[in-house]
């Protein structure tokens, strides 16, 4: 456990490991294994599905007695279920576990843990933009300080684990859950997903990564689909954000992926639970099973002959804790140690852990008590608005303009506002927000939160501005029969605002999120041919794109005067982007993914050889319209002075970056390497360090990196991680496809072998030039 949660008892850690030894040798078998199993109450296995094949696999309903008469690991979503009064809520979590603590032998709480990944889910509780947000803002600081947020509204509620943050990185935008993850680059998530584990942890809440590893790669994208990937893209690709996130900022826990790597299920492979994870990287946390993982390997996978056979495998492989309850965990388990299958000293491993992260959050305390149910709880305050506030207004991509915006106070204007995403509620929110989790099942339940439309908010924040409004047509109906009366407002207007994308949800009930995958990258329905129609008409149009992935809409890119694209923004996203348009604010958001030109670009990473760009051997071109890393701002940044040279086990190298233009703003500046020549095929380039620099009109700032040679390495011929000697280009770029300035450096000395002890992470400082040049 890292030392920031291991603070929130005053134990000696001596005194806790003896304790921890006693209780071991004090307990019975039934007493061990209800330790390894959460309990899921108050959900419904027919309705309100919220987890894959949730109807199949959830038991019958149970009393909490009656389940926990031998104890308890984990309480299961309590608050993030159904809509329920967070103080009234808290008060029954916490008599639960004085009566765990009172009426079982051994009197051990239970672990609460939650879904946090936009927020704490649970109602009325803040709600912050999706994870593609994040690495659009490239600001890892702010992410940390949503998750501190986060972290606090959960320990305020009794909640001790959050199942958040995802480091898979984006392989096939066609996957739905590509809203749940922050970018197309590992560097990126590793370092942002870091930043939110540190968050979350500072605020003594165990931080859970998801999904270890390989889920983002499934074939054509679609959910819980076959992974064929080789090692090499593994290791170099798939690993990196979740080694970052176990060795430099202490996660706590792992969750397993749900998916078969070749044809090996994740939830039994012990190469990566237990020798990656544990022998290699020195993880020493709980590995948590994703829900009904672990009967996956008998019911989906079918690598195990029945529940008792998955239960031995998973457990053997490194899985410690089975959620979201003990379907395989109990009876099945307790069978295979009686029938002598497997050893309880394999029990009593997942236990020590278990128990160790029970003791370092004071659960094992004899003074123990329950930290909920002690007062007023405000999930939703103004320090939370604001972070989500900032958040939503760094995330947001200026993708196109050709000078129509900022569109100023528009006093006088008549504006159009088009399209079905302009008075929804709902397109600001990710499927794994309360508001889209679960509230659809409750259709009778308030949201719980006070958003405005982005209708709502552009009529507050232009106020002289006439706003009249059509939907034109549904997200997804393929209602066509608006677009005709759409196109006539717009037609009749000064300026159209078209506002266009998904609709998140669950296992298709939305276009986007977990279980809503696409075949193609078409906006969904009839949006494009309402975009040609309100296009056709010749009133400047700007085109706001509210998703959890990035469209291929090369026509939009080439005809709208202005387009802007927002990742589920959240509670305060419609105000954002409203100041946006405006010009209140000046956008700094950068794509976290490329912007595709077709589906059949697809799966596409910038991360690609020579051969996986454009060339005279196909006649597909996967080019993106526009690249990661692509954004605009409303003024203009121009750059100075690249120097780099290599050291010992670092490249340092260093820009002059200055606002040229007549506004303050932030310029994102980004730095790439490229390995020229290589014992294996490399990517003609990769992230290597990025910086927020905010610069007034004149302002000028030095941005020095000192980047690990770390980050070149690669799995070699002979399947070692090495860096090579060899000359490595160096450059600053807008984005990955429009280089500043490029320097080469040589690496030199013989190959290096990684061994795990490098440092992985590039040093950023940023050295603002106080005298002002006119």
């Known amino acids: 456990m890292p030392a920031r949660v291991e603070q929130l008892t005053s134990e000696p850690a001596e005194r806790r490991s003896r304790r921890i030894e006693d209780l071991l040798a004090d307990m019975s078998l039934d007493e061990k294994l209800a330790q390894l199993v959460g309990l899921w109450l108050n959900v419904?296995?027919?309705?309100?599905?919220?987890?894959?094949?949730?109807?199949?696999?959830?038991?019958?309903?149970?009393?909490?007695?009656?389940?926990?008469?031998?104890?308890?690991?984990?309480?299961?979503?309590?608050?993030?279920?159904?809509?329920?009064?967070?103080?009234?809520?808290?008060?029954?979590?916490?008599?639960?576990?004085?009566?765990?603590?009172?009426?079982?032998?051994?009197?051990?709480?239970?672990?609460?843990?939650?879904?946090?990944?936009?927020?704490?889910?649970?109602?009325?509780?803040?709600?912050?933009?999706?994870?593609?947000?994040?690495?659009?803002?490239?600001?890892?600081?702010?992410?940390?300080?949503?998750?501190?947020?986060?972290?606090?509204?959960?320990?305020?509620?009794?909640?001790?684990?959050?199942?958040?943050?995802?480091?898979?990185?984006?392989?096939?935008?066609?996957?739905?859950?590509?809203?749940?993850?922050?970018?197309?680059?590992?560097?990126?998530?590793?370092?942002?997903?870091?930043?939110?584990?540190?968050?979350?942890?500072?605020?003594?809440?165990?931080?859970?990564?998801?999904?270890?590893?390989?889920?983002?790669?499934?074939?054509?994208?679609?959910?819980?689909?076959?992974?064929?990937?080789?090692a090499r893209e593994v290791a170099d690709t798939l690993l990196f954000p979740f080694e970052v996130a176990v060795r430099d900022a202490g996660a706590g826990s792992v969750m397993n992926s749900y998916a078969e790597i070749d044809g090996v299920p994740v939830a039994a492979d012990a190469h990566y639970l237990t020798r990656v994870l544990r022998d290699e990287w020195g993880f020493d946390g709980t590995v948590v099973a994703d829900y009904f993982a672990v009967a996956f390997l008998h019911t989906l996978h079918a690598v195990a002959a029945d529940a008792e056979d998955a239960a031995v495998q998973a457990l053997t492989a490194g899985i410690d804790v089975e959620l979201p309850t003990g379907v395989t965990y109990l009876e099945p388990l307790k069978q295979a140690v009686a029938s002598g299958r497997i050893e309880e000293s394999l029990i009593d491993r997942a236990l020590r852990r278990v128990l160790r992260q029970k003791a370092a959050l004071g659960l094992l305390d004899e003074n123990y008590e329950p930290a909920a149910g002690t007062g007023p709880i405000d999930l939703d305050d103004p320090g939370s608005r604001e972070v989500a506030r900032r958040l939503a207004e760094e995330s947001i991509v200026l993708l196109t303009n050709d000078g129509l915006l900022p569109l100023g106070d528009a006093a006088g204007k008549r504006v159009a506002v088009v399209g079905p995403n302009a008075d929804s509620l709902a397109a600001l929110f990710g499927c794994y927000s309360f508001v889209q989790h679960v509230l659809p099942h409750f259709p009778e339940a308030e949201p719980g939160i006070a958003a405005p439309t982005l209708l709502e908010a552009l009529r507050e924040e232009l106020p002289g501005a006439t706003f009249l409004a059509e939907r034109g047509t549904g997200v997804d109906d393929g209602d066509r029969t608006g677009i005709e009366a759409a196109a006539r407002l717009a037609a009749g207007s000064d300026v159209a605002l078209l506002v266009l994308g998904d609709r998140s949800g669950l296992f298709g009930r939305g276009t986007s999120g977990e279980g809503c995958d696409v075949d193609t990258l078409e906006l969904p329905g009839a949006q494009r041919e309402l975009a040609e129609a309100v296009l056709a008409t010749g009133t400047p149009t700007v085109v706001v794109l509210m998703t959890g992935r990035a469209y291929a809409v090369p026509?939009?890119?080439?005809?709208?005067?202005?387009?802007?694209?927002?990742?589920?923004?959240?509670?305060?996203?419609?105000?954002?982007?409203?100041?946006?348009?405006?010009?209140?604010?000046?956008?700094?958001?950068?794509?976290?993914?490329?912007?595709?030109?077709?589906?059949?670009?697809?799966?596409?990473?910038?991360?690609?050889?020579?051969?996986?760009?454009?060339?005279?051997?196909?006649?597909?071109?996967?080019?993106?319209?526009?690249?990661?890393?692509?954004?605009?701002?409303?003024?203009?940044?121009?750059?100075?002075?690249?120097?780099?040279?290599?050291?010992?086990?670092?490249?340092?190298?260093?820009?002059?970056?200055?606002?040229?233009?007549?506004?303050?703003?932030?310029?994102?500046?980004?730095?790439?390497?490229?390995?020229?020549?290589?014992?294996?095929?490399?990517?003609?380039?990769?992230?290597?360090?990025?910086?927020?620099?905010?610069?007034?009109?004149?302002?000028?700032?030095?941005?020095?990196?000192?980047?690990?040679?770390?980050?070149?390495?690669?799995?070699?011929?002979?399947?070692?991680?090495?860096?090579?000697?060899?000359?490595?280009?160096?450059?600053?770029?807008?984005?990955?496809?429009?280089?500043?300035?490029?320097?080469?450096?040589?690496?030199?000395?013989?190959?290096?072998?990684?061994?795990?002890?490098?440092?992985?992470?590039?040093?950023?400082?940023?050295?603002?030039?106080?005298?002002?040049?006119?």
């Open 555 to 774: 026509g939009i890119v080439r005809d709208a005067a202005a387009v802007v694209q927002a990742f589920f923004p959240g509670e305060e996203g419609a105000g954002a982007i409203a100041r946006v348009l405006s010009g209140a604010v000046n956008p700094s958001g950068r794509l976290p993914m490329s912007l595709p030109r077709t589906t059949a670009g697809q799966p596409y990473s910038y991360l690609h050889p020579r051969l996986g760009g454009a060339g005279s051997v196909s006649n597909i071109d996967p080019a993106p319209v526009l690249p990661f890393g692509h954004g605009l701002s409303y003024t203009r940044f121009t750059y100075d002075n690249l120097t780099a040279d290599a050291a010992g086990e670092s490249i340092r190298c260093s820009v002059t970056v200055r606002n040229d233009g007549e506004r303050r703003g932030t310029e994102v500046v980004q730095v790439y390497a490229a390995d020229r020549i290589a014992s294996v095929t490399r990517p003609v380039a990769q992230l290597v360090g990025y910086a927020r620099v905010e610069l007034d009109p004149g302002e000028r700032a030095r941005a020095g990196f000192d980047v690990p040679v770390r980050l070149l390495a690669f799995t070699g011929r002979d399947g070692r991680r090495i860096v090579e000697p060899g000359e490595v280009g160096v450059s600053v770029r807008r984005s990955v496809a429009d280089v500043v300035a490029e320097r080469t450096v040589t690496l030199t000395g013989p190959v290096r072998q990684i061994t795990g002890a490098e440092r992985r992470l590039t040093t950023v400082s940023i050295t603002v030039d106080n005298e002002v040049e006119c």
């Open 44 to 230: 419904n296995r027919n309705e309100g599905v919220v987890a894959p094949l949730q109807d199949a696999m959830q038991g019958e309903e149970v009393e909490f007695e009656a389940f926990a008469r031998h104890g308890l690991g984990q309480i299961t979503r309590h608050y993030g279920t159904r809509p329920v009064d967070p103080e009234r809520a808290s008060g029954v979590l916490a008599a639960r576990q004085r009566w765990l603590r009172d009426h079982t032998r051994l009197g051990i709480p239970a672990l609460a843990h939650e879904e946090c990944l936009t927020g704490l889910a649970a109602w009325r509780a803040a709600v912050y933009p999706v994870p593609p947000a994040w690495g659009a803002s490239f600001d890892p600081d702010l992410v940390e300080g949503m998750a501190r947020r986060i972290g606090a509204s959960m320990r305020a509620l009794g909640v001790h684990q959050g199942l958040a943050p995802v480091l898979d990185v984006i392989r096939d935008q066609r996957w739905g859950r590509v809203e749940e993850c922050i970018s197309e680059d590992p560097y990126e998530v590793a370092t942002i997903g870091a930043a939110y584990v540190r968050g979350l942890q500072s605020a003594g809440v165990i931080a859970t990564l998801k999904h270890f590893v390989g889920y983002s790669n499934s074939r054509a994208g679609r959910n819980l689909a076959p992974v064929h990937a080789g």
